[in-house]
């Protein structure tokens, strides 16, 4: 395990602890009682290093991703479209917040991304 942070500021103590093996890492905000003393604080991070032991135990590595990004960048999108959705997105998100409404945006007509 990697301590890579451990700050103090006004009174509250943080620490983040990352795995060495697994892309797993725990950030933990001390109680008062937590961070009271050196050894309290000692007690705690060998309880969060156990737990960060149990994530490494049960991570799961995801899926290999296959990037598409090259493929997307050939679709020639329709500033048209784009307007719309984004008119429809401002629409439905006024209704949900009551908010005033906000001025619309023209982009040029075609645009390739």
Known sequence: MNISRYEEKSD???I???SL???VYLEHFF???EGATELTRKET???LAGHLKVMEDEYVAPEQAVSKVAE???FTLSAKNITDAKADFIAEKEAREE???IEKEVLPVEEKL
């Open 45 to 47: 991070i060998e309880k």
């Open 99 to 101: 908010v005033l409404p």
């Open 16 to 18: 983040c602890i990352n």
């Open 31 to 33: 109680t008062e009682e």
């Open 21 to 23: 093996t697994k892309p």
């Open 12 to 14: 509250s103590l943080f």
């Open 72 to 74: 997307a960048k050939e």
